[in-house]
């Protein structure tokens, strides 16, 4: 977990295109920049520093970062796998599937990309940042406001990325609060080679010191657009964490805040795919993918795994589309507009009803090129996640990082937990801009597991999963005695202390840094074991 210097290589790049400054000047023979002379480049070129802020929220979603495959795709990619990982989401079990790791849970290999990425990609984000910062004056007083802006929006995005982290590596912080979870990066530490894990209670700490920081400096400044960091994007994060903790009150004064200004998307909003540009209205934070970005590697985006709609992609192309468990997908009400997300087994869904593949026969579902970009959908497909243009080769979609949705769900929990009425405002709510047919009581459940069937329904391939299971402490439930849509290979349940839920360590951060005691125990589990485990919700 060495201090990432690419970051300042690329920028010093722009540096000598933009600058008559000799790189000798600047540049030391080792080949990377002190903090005093990375302050040194943001004087003589202001713009550098604007550059390499810009650059890490490009990061967040760069297809192909650390590796040429179509299984990287930084922060996305992780929520991708946070989602394949629980029960509600997989693709089918076949030789085109990147992301079977995922649905068998022989992710834990110390030595597999998959986990690798999702270890180093925050790492290297984090790395990032507190080299950016190091960039600066210590002393605020010497900044100007666009620097303190950037700063401020630089440690809520390092808060976001341990946030990433924290569900993999340990339980959650109902029974694991003074357990190891991952080591801290700070930037004052010297010897990287001896700094273990850090509680989850000192992970989240040093997340909130970031965060309340950001949500006093951001106080009313405004950005040019959804992509970056605001005042209502960091409380927010802030309300996550607040959730993750329990901090009930806390978590529902932010995720009020951060809710202010933003609409739901309406029923007839969702009478099509969408999800697709950052300007939607329910967005507060996403992800601007780019024509440019997405060149680096079109087959590692969510257009291309996620979305079913691509005309470049692994998904329409192979037959291995996102599809929902129909433990899930059985529940939810035909009167609500969210069972159109997914087509049905006979491949029909009222989203698609007039949609055509470009060049194919016959509707989008059952379209076929011959494979070489589209096969016939299979049952239970999302078609939650829409294209720009249906058939695209582009696959430059946007992807929401947090909708007001989100918000609100995260209210309506708390209002329940703090003896308020959450599950009779979430009922307004869902007959208001999802089902008018809707009663929680209908299908029998507990208020606060009626609230998380509504979390997976609502916020299902945006990555929540693994962090709701975690901080619920709810076991994975993928089938019951009978078999669900899920492959064999994915068909098992785990219980909510089964030690094979977390993560592993990348044995090269074991190789360089000796304080590290690994996760350990457990077993890959086999088909069908786990049978008798219910989760409270697809009881």
Same mark, same amino acid.
């Given at each position: 977990?060495?201090?990432?210097?690419?970051?300042l290589l690329?920028?010093?790049?722009?540096?000598?295109?933009?600058?008559?400054?000799?790189?000798?000047?600047?540049?030391?023979?080792?080949?990377?920049?002190?903090a005093?002379?990375v302050?040194?480049?943001?004087?003589i070129?202001?713009?550098r520093?604007?550059?390499?802020f810009?650059?890490?929220? !490009?990061?967040?979603?760069?297809?192909e +970062?650390?590796?040429?495959?179509p299984?990287?795709?930084?922060?996305?990619m992780?929520n991708?796998?946070?989602?394949?990982e629980?029960?509600?989401a997989?693709i089918?079990?076949?030789?085109?599937?990147?992301?079977?790791?995922?649905?068998? &849970?022989s992710?834990?290999?110390?030595?597999?990309?998959?986990p690798l990425?999702?270890?180093?990609?925050?790492?290297?984000?984090i790395?990032?940042?507190?080299t950016?910062?190091?960039?600066f004056?210590?002393?605020e007083?010497?900044?100007?406001?666009?620097?303190?802006?950037?700063?401020?929006?630089?440690?809520?995005l %390092?808060?976001? /990325?341990?946030?990433? &982290?924290?569900?993999?590596?340990q339980?959650g912080?109902?029974v694991a609060?003074?357990k190891?979870c991952?080591p801290?990066?700070?930037?004052t530490?010297?010897?990287?080679?001896?700094?273990?894990?850090?509680? @989850?209670?000192?992970? &989240?700490?040093?997340?909130l010191?970031?965060l309340n920081?950001?949500?006093?400096? &951001?106080?009313?400044?405004?950005?040019t657009?959804?992509?970056?960091?605001?005042e *209502?994007v960091?409380?927010?994060?802030r309300?996550r964490?607040?959730l993750?903790?329990?901090?009930?009150q +806390?978590?529902?004064?932010?995720?009020?805040?951060?809710?202010?200004g933003?609409?739901?998307k309406?029923?007839?909003?969702l009478?099509r795919?969408?999800f697709?540009?950052?300007?939607e209205?329910?967005?507060?934070?996403?992800?601007?993918?780019?024509?440019?970005?997405?060149?680096?590697? @079109?087959?590692?985006? !969510? /257009? /291309?795994w996620?979305?079913?709609?691509?005309?470049?992609?692994? /998904?329409?192309?192979?037959?291995s589309t996102?599809?929902i468990?129909?433990l899930l997908?059985?529940?939810?009400?035909?009167?609500?507009?969210?069972?159109?997300?997914?087509?049905?087994?006979?491949l029909?869904s009222?989203l698609?009803d007039?949609? !055509?593949?470009?060049?194919c026969e016959?509707?989008?579902?059952?379209?076929?090129?011959?494979?070489?970009? +589209?096969l016939?959908?299979?049952?239970?497909?999302?078609?939650?996640?829409?294209? +720009?243009?249906i058939?695209?080769?582009?696959?430059?979609e946007?992807?929401?990082?947090?909708r007001v949705?989100?918000?609100l769900?995260i209210k309506?929990?708390?209002?329940?937990?703090?003896?308020?009425?959450?599950?009779g405002?979430?009922?307004?709510?869902?007959r208001?801009?999802r089902?008018?047919?809707y009663?929680? *009581?209908?299908k029998?459940?507990?208020?606060?597991?009626?609230?998380w069937f509504q979390?997976?329904?609502e916020?299902w391939?945006?990555g929540?999963?693994?962090?709701?299971q975690?901080?619920l402490?709810?076991?994975? @439930?993928r089938?019951?005695?009978?078999?669900?849509?899920?492959?064999?290979?994915?068909r098992?349940n785990l219980?909510?202390?089964?030690?094979?839920?977390l993560?592993r360590?990348?044995?090269g951060?074991m190789? !360089?840094?000796?304080?590290?005691v690994?996760?350990a125990?457990?077993?890959?589990?086999?088909t069908?074991?786990?049978?008798?485990? %219910?989760?409270?919700?697809?009881?």
């Amino acid at each position: 977990m060495k201090l990432n210097r690419l970051l300042l290589l690329a920028t010093i790049g722009a540096v000598a295109a933009s600058s008559c400054t000799k790189l000798g000047d600047v540049l030391p023979q080792s080949g990377t920049m002190l903090a005093s002379q990375v302050q040194e480049t943001n004087t003589i070129v202001p713009s550098r520093a604007s550059a390499a802020f810009s650059g890490m929220f !490009t990061n967040i979603g760069k297809p192909e +970062k650390m590796y040429a495959t179509p299984d990287d795709w930084e922060f996305l990619m992780i929520n991708f796998c946070n989602d394949l990982e629980g029960a509600d989401a997989h693709i089918a079990d076949n030789n085109y599937n990147w992301f079977s790791p995922c649905g068998e &849970l022989s992710s834990r290999s110390p030595n597999y990309r998959n986990p690798l990425i999702r270890y180093r990609a925050p790492y290297n984000m984090i790395s990032d940042i507190n080299t950016f910062i190091a960039g600066f004056p210590k002393d605020e007083s010497n900044w100007t406001p666009e620097t303190l802006n950037m700063i401020a929006q630089s440690r809520a995005l %390092r808060a976001y /990325s341990y946030m990433l &982290l924290v569900p993999s590596f340990q339980f959650g912080y109902s029974v694991a609060a003074d357990k190891p979870c991952v080591p801290i990066c700070s930037p004052t530490i010297e010897d990287f080679t001896h700094n273990p894990r850090a509680t @989850v209670k000192q992970v &989240l700490d040093t997340v909130l010191t970031d965060l309340n920081y950001a949500v006093e400096k &951001l106080a009313g400044a405004s950005r040019t657009t959804k992509a970056y960091i605001d005042e *209502s994007v960091a409380r927010a994060i802030r309300a996550r964490v607040y959730l993750y903790m329990g901090e009930w009150q +806390k978590a529902l004064e932010d995720a009020t805040a951060a809710a202010k200004g933003y609409s739901p998307k309406t029923i007839a909003d969702l009478a099509r795919p969408t999800f697709y540009d950052i300007n939607e209205e329910d967005w507060i934070w996403g992800y601007d993918m780019t024509e440019s970005t997405a060149q680096n590697g @079109v087959n590692a985006t !969510t /257009s /291309s795994w996620l979305r079913s709609f691509s005309g470049d992609s692994y /998904s329409a192309a192979t037959q291995s589309t996102t599809c929902i468990n129909t433990l899930l997908w059985n529940m939810i009400p035909e009167s609500d507009v969210r069972k159109g997300w997914w087509i049905d087994a006979n491949l029909k869904s009222p989203l698609i009803d007039d949609l !055509t593949w470009p060049g194919c026969e016959g509707d989008v579902a059952h379209a076929n090129d011959g494979g070489y970009a +589209k096969l016939p959908f299979i049952p239970y497909t999302n078609v939650k996640f829409g294209c +720009k243009t249906i058939g695209t080769t582009v696959n430059d979609e946007d992807m929401p990082l947090i909708r007001v949705e989100e918000m609100l769900l995260i209210k309506f929990e708390c209002m329940q937990r703090l003896g308020q009425d959450g599950v009779g405002e979430m009922e307004k709510f869902i007959r208001e801009y999802r089902d008018p047919e809707y009663n929680w *009581s209908d299908k029998g459940l507990e208020p606060l597991d009626e609230i998380w069937f509504q979390r997976r329904v609502e916020l299902w391939g945006e990555g929540f999963f693994i962090y709701d299971q975690k901080r619920l402490n709810k076991p994975l @439930v993928r089938f019951h005695d009978e078999t669900s849509n899920i492959s064999p290979a994915f068909r098992f349940n785990l219980a909510a202390d089964d030690p094979w839920l977390l993560l592993r360590f990348p044995q090269g951060e074991m190789n !360089t840094n000796y304080d590290i005691v690994d996760n350990a125990g457990g077993q890959q589990p086999k088909t069908d074991e786990g049978k008798s485990l %219910r989760d409270g919700v697809t009881d």
